[in-house]
T-cell receptor
Framework: KQEVTQIPAALSVPEGENLVLNCSFT??????LQWFRQDPGKGLTSLLL?????REQTSGRLNASLDKSSGRSTLYIAASQPGDSATYLC?????????FGKGTRLSVIA | GAVVSQHPSRVICKSGTSVKIECRSL??????MFWYRQFPKQSLMLMAT?????????EQGVEKDKFLINHASLTLSTLTVTSAHPEDSSFYIC?????????FGSGTRLTVV
């Protein structure tokens, strides 16, 4: 059974810092991995999708990497801003529907 | 990009009544949609997979008679919480797969009083 773990559970940083969020999964037989952002009381917004054959994806200040063999992904956020404050979820897709981690709650302090 | 619209965003109902939540794919057809439940500060737990024109597939532990799912068209899936109780209060989110991964609705906050 696929299990997804996200570390840290919560993170608080001053504005302008670069930061890394971590995601690990137990079963490396995945099709893709997706990073989402969730604001309080809201749905999920897709940030980046990495196919199993890819190593990384970039969108603006966000960069996600995937090391399928070791079961790890990272989300790098450059020059963090207060508007980046949210919960970040990673989810993996294998032969079952998406499996989510519990998320990292990020607070960027102005 | 693909958009999934979910309605209502918030609903308060009395214990014992039923509530229907709608999930629509606005600019694409979705033969499969997914319904999730999220408790405070917890991750999303898959409740069921909704299949157009056929019965939904429920995850272990989810009562299919309590959480009725109907996927009558390629753009609409509904989740009905029947005989709601306070313990059913939660955040419910639907999603659909597209060529760009999965797209999620904005969620429905259900409060049963």
């Amino acid at each position: 059974k696929q299990e997804v773990t996200q570390i840290p559970a919560a993170l608080s940083v001053p504005e302008g810092e670069n930061l890394v969020l971590n995601c690990s999964f137990t079963d490396s037989a995945i099709y893709n991995l997706q990073w989402f952002r969730q604001d309080p009381g809201k749905g999920l917004t897709s940030l980046l999708l990495i196919q199993s054959s890819q190593r990384e994806q970039t969108s603006g200040r966000l960069n996600a990497s995937l090391d399928k063999s070791s079961g790890r992904s990272t989300l790098y956020i450059a020059a963090s801003q207060p508007g980046d404050s949210a919960t970040y979820l990673c989810a993996v897709k294998g032969n079952t529907p998406l499996v989510f981690g519990k998320g990292t709650r990020l607070s960027v302090i102005a | 990009g693909a958009v999934v619209s979910q309605h209502p965003s918030r609903v308060i109902c009395k214990s014992g009544t039923s509530v229907k939540i709608e999930c629509r794919s606005l600019d694409f057809q979705a033969t499969t949609m997914f319904w999730y439940r999220q408790f405070p500060k917890q991750s999303l737990m898959l409740m069921a997979t909704s299949n157009e024109g056929s019965k939904a597939t429920y995850e272990q532990g989810v009562e299919k008679d309590k959480f009725l799912i109907n996927h009558a068209s390629l753009t609409l899936s509904t989740l009905t919480v029947t005989s709601a109780h306070p313990e059913d209060s939660s955040f419910y989110i639907c999603s659909a797969g597209t060529g760009e991964g999965y797209t999620f609705g904005s969620g429905t906050r259900l409060t049963v009083v």
